[in-house]
């Protein structure tokens, strides 16, 4: 693994499109318990090196009910974005990210996990690219029936701010949706 990692944070195969240039974010360890499987770092995570170093990964790990450490221990929650460095801005937030990440990296990553891992897809790049048929028409129907595809994969929307109006036209999510990530969480966790 630690052999891949550095593969990974040495890649240049996007250097021309990163206008911030490349910095490769990854963390995994070959005992990961949780894969959290997300779009790209954000710019102060460009600046930072480190995962979910945002408002957007303060949110997640409340979702998740999980304490800075258990977060940010890789033997216990690897995070492999589905594109690695930040793709620069665009009109409205953050451009996508970069195809070419998860084709080339993921299945070597995945491969180098040992458990039985729960992997969660956040949003809808990670979700059409895992689920692929399966992923409903939205991604609000799509985490409406995350039961469906349960025990694998747990589907959220990104925890970014940006998308509080969503939850609070969608309050089944803190009810119903929550808990029950919280729940898997510590069961895998413990």
């Excluded at 195969?13 to 911030?20: I, Q, S, V």
């Excluded at 694998?152 to 309050?171: E, G």
Aim: hydrophobic fraction near 40%; proline fraction near 7%.
């Amino acid at each position: 693994m630690e052999k891949l990692l550095n593969r990974i944070h040495k890649c240049t195969e996007c250097t021309a499109f990163l206008a911030f240039g490349p910095r490769p974010i990854v963390a995994a360890s070959a005992a990961s318990k949780i894969i959290i499987i997300g779009q790209a770092p954000g710019s102060v995570v460009h600046r930072t090196g480190i995962p979910w170093d945002d408002k957007s990964g303060e949110n997640l790990r409340n979702w998740m009910g999980i304490s800075m450490e258990d977060f940010y221990d890789a033997e216990k929650v690897a995070m492999i974005p589905m594109g690695f460095c930040y793709p620069g801005k665009g009109k409205t937030g953050d451009l996508p990210p970069r195809k070419e990440c998860a084709p080339l990296w993921h299945s070597k990553l995945l491969d180098k996990i040992n458990n039985d891992v729960l992997i969660l897809l956040i949003g809808k790049y990670a979700q059409n690219y895992y689920l692929k048929k399966t992923a409903k028409k939205t991604l609000t129907e799509t985490v409406f029936n995350f039961g469906d595809y349960l025990p694998k994969y747990f589907v959220l929307p990104h925890p970014s701010p940006r998308n509080n109006i969503w939850q609070a036209k969608n309050k089944w999510f803190v009810t119903d949706v929550l808990p029950d990530l919280k729940s898997k969480i510590q069961s895998v966790l413990n």
